[in-house]
């Protein structure tokens, strides 16, 4: 099984919808959890952490669930310049800070 | 947010030369961290480097690779021995309150 597992799309929607993104990851006992953002051939950009009770920022709506070792973000009202690949990104171990990424997935959003 | 700066952003090296490859944190950083990124792959961790020693590598960190801190602010990455397969993009990254921020780059090209 992956580290961490994403479906890599692509995901084609119209602008002003809702999209939803899920990630899996193989190991319990991951403590930090990110999504991040990658444009074409460009560096990731930190989007947002999950924490266990859920965050939001804005459109953007990430959750995580322990017990299914699953995080999923969400993204509402879709702008053209959501087009990107999302990352999913975990910090597997307690007395590690590297990350491991999950292939990403890609969402094209059209007019 | 944190800027990282790396150079050069594109490197063409013929196959077995060495290459340097340069970060610099634009603020004070303790946590250093080289990933790469093969074209159409996920990114993957490379090495970790706090207080001027390794602290983690991967597999992939071979004795081919090596990195230092010279000056107190540049942190570099070098490989001594280039092969087709380094071909990569390679992402210098600092930790900031446990979320971690890219530079934009280098695109290296072994040919």
């Known amino acids: 099984r992956k580290e961490v597992e994403q479906d890599p799309g692509p995901f084609n929607v119209p602008e002003g919808a809702t999209v939803a993104f899920n990630c899996t990851y193989s190991?319990?006992?991951?403590?930090?959890f990110f999504w991040y953002r990658q444009d074409c051939r460009k560096e990731p950009k930190l989007l947002m952490s999950?924490?266990?009770s859920g965050n939001e920022d804005g459109r953007f709506t990430a959750q995580l669930n322990r017990a299914s070792q699953y995080i999923s973000l969400l993204i509402r009202d879709s702008k053209l310049s959501d087009s990107a690949t999302y990352l999913c990104?975990?910090?597997?171990?307690?007395?590690?800070?590297?990350?491991?990424f999950g292939t990403g997935t890609r969402l094209q959003v059209f007019p | 947010e944190p800027e990282v700066t790396q150079t050069p952003s594109h490197q063409v090296t013929q196959m077995g030369q060495e290459v340097i490859l340069r970060c610099v944190p634009i603020?004070?950083?303790?946590?250093f961290y080289w990933y790469r990124q093969i074209l159409g792959q996920k990114v993957e961790f490379l090495v970790s480097?706090?207080?001027?020693?390794?602290?983690?590598k991967s597999e992939i960190f071979d004795d081919q690779f090596s990195v230092e801190r010279p000056d107190g602010s540049n942190f570099t990455l070098k490989i001594r021995s280039t092969k087709l397969e380094d071909s990569a993009m390679y992402f210098c990254?600092?930790?900031?309150?446990?979320?971690?921020?890219f530079g934009q780059g280098t695109r290296l090209t072994v040919v």
């Open positions: 190991n319990s006992a991951s403590q930090s």
């Open positions: 480097f706090y207080n001027n020693e390794i602290s983690e």
């Open positions: 999950v924490y266990s």
């Open positions: 990104v975990v910090n597997p171990l307690y007395n590690t800070d590297k990350l491991i």
């Open positions: 990254a600092i930790n900031d309150m446990e979320e971690a921020f």
């Open positions: 603020s004070n950083h303790l946590y």
